[in-house]
């Protein structure tokens, strides 16, 4: 492992900021990036990244990393000064008042001209020319605020990874994540691991997150040259949001860490402690059903015929785009049995948004995780002075996965979130 300083601008006289980034394995083909706490007051991801640190460390010295590790447990040093009167306000910047996960830049359009007349035949060749680009733009480029260089300089280092992982967390929530619909099946085994009861995708979600802004170039630059050239698949963004703000437990952080590194193992990041390699049959981990396992060692599944057991239930799923991946990627496999999946994949544009349009006090009537019917009611908000109760009903219906931490309610605040199954929002689609 070795460590790297990016000094950020100095937003004062007396103060200079810095990212800390760790790296380990070499700087192969396939990179891995990870971060936490890009909205500063979200901690649960900063302690998932301390153990995730312990076990990587682990892992370089066994020699079972497959890919080069990025990793940044502190993505917002920014945000770690901003306390109010003992609150910490971490979500946005008290000078701009910008989100600290919005607005990060689109780079495609920018590198689709540089390198229209470099790209090759080979792929690989193409990967590594659009690595040093994105590398040269963010090196070159000159920040003009602080918040600006911290955008930057996460956006170099994130932008040229395959696999780019945000640790987040909710106000109050059950485990869930957010990705996009061409990296699902890639993101999958990260489900499964981690538990996470709700998956949420959207190709564009709006405001220019970072996870949306790191794949940008990638799919750009494919959409525009992939009729011409053989273009890499690119990065394959993830956010996940690990319960809630509270939620910050040494045992339960050293549990995610264990899950991720499950899922890399499965994916082919890490290698397995054994040659054994677990065979997941594609069609229940689509569905969410119970997994039926075929094990087998590397050679066999390598050459695994089309009438055998594995390759026929694959054969079977309804969605052939992501029967290449899921079967590519248990070649690699992990020896570890892994979990089902909780729930389906959903989409962002079926979350349901349940705002109060009162003030008052807030008493919930279903848990998390409660799968809510249309019309039903999930809290009420109380006026204590004249007994008035207003009753917050759902209009669609799903789980429901989020809820604001706060039980005092002012008017038109968002109290809680519902996952459902069809798309009922258009636009904005982020909190």
């Not at 995610?256 to 397995?272: F, P, Q, V």
């Not at 109760?389 to 669609?396: D, F, G, K, S």
Request: aromatic share 6%.
């Amino acid at each position: 492992m070795h460590q790297q300083h990016h000094p950020l601008i100095s937003a004062s006289l007396g103060t200079q900021r810095e990212i800390v980034s760790f790296h380990f394995g070499e700087e192969k083909y396939k990179q891995v990036y990870i971060q936490a706490s890009l909205h500063g007051d979200e901690i649960p991801g900063m302690a998932v990244a301390w153990f995730l640190k312990q076990k990587l460390m682990a892992l370089e010295s066994a020699g079972r990393l497959r890919a080069g590790f990025t990793l940044v447990p502190v993505a917002n040093p920014l945000a770690l000064s901003q306390h109010w009167h003992g609150t910490h306000l971490g979500r946005f910047h008290s000078e701009s008042g910008q989100d600290f996960n919005r607005r990060f830049p689109a780079l495609g359009e920018k590198l689709a001209a540089e390198l229209a007349s470099s790209l090759t035949p080979n792929e690989g060749d193409n990967k590594r020319l659009i690595r040093d680009a994105i590398d040269r733009h963010y090196r070159d480029v000159i920040a003009k605020t602080e918040l600006e260089a911290q955008r930057f300089t996460l956006m170099r280092m994130a932008s040229q990874a395959d696999l780019m992982i945000d640790l987040h967390c909710d106000w109050e929530a059950l485990p869930h994540l957010y990705t996009t619909p061409h990296a699902w099946p890639d993101i999958e085994p990260l489900a499964r691991w981690l538990g996470s009861e709700v998956q949420l995708l959207a190709q564009i979600s709006g405001g220019e997150p970072f996870d949306e802004a790191c794949c940008e170039p990638w799919l750009t630059l494919a959409e525009r040259f992939g009729d011409k050239y053989p273009m890499p698949r690119g990065l394959l963004p993830v956010t996940l949001e690990l319960r809630g703000l509270r939620d910050v437990d040494p045992d339960q952080a050293e549990q995610d860490a264990d899950a991720i590194i499950s899922a890399l193992r499965e994916s082919g990041y890490i290698a397995a402690e054994n040659p054994s390699v677990s065979v997941e049959v594609a069609a229940p981990v689509i569905g969410g059903d119970e997994l039926a396992l075929v094990t087998a060692n590397a050679e066999d599944i390598a050459g695994m015929a089309e009438s055998s057991a594995a390759a026929s239930a694959l054969e079977a799923v309804d969605m052939p785009e992501e029967m290449s991946v899921i079967k590519q990627r248990h070649t690699e496999g992990a020896g570890a049995v892994s979990p089902a999946l909780k729930h389906p994949a959903t989409p962002l544009a079926g979350c349901e948004y349940i705002h109060s349009p009162v003030s008052g006090l807030i008493l919930h009537r279903k848990k998390l995780g409660a799968h809510i019917r249309p019309g039903e009611v999930v809290a009420e908000v109380v006026d204590p002075v004249t007994d008035f109760v207003t009753p917050l009903v759902a209009e669609y219906g799903g789980v429901l996965y989020a809820r604001h931490w706060a039980k005092f309610a002012t008017a038109g605040m968002l109290v809680i979130r519902l996952a459902g199954e069809d798309e009922v929002r258009s636009g904005e689609l982020l909190v």
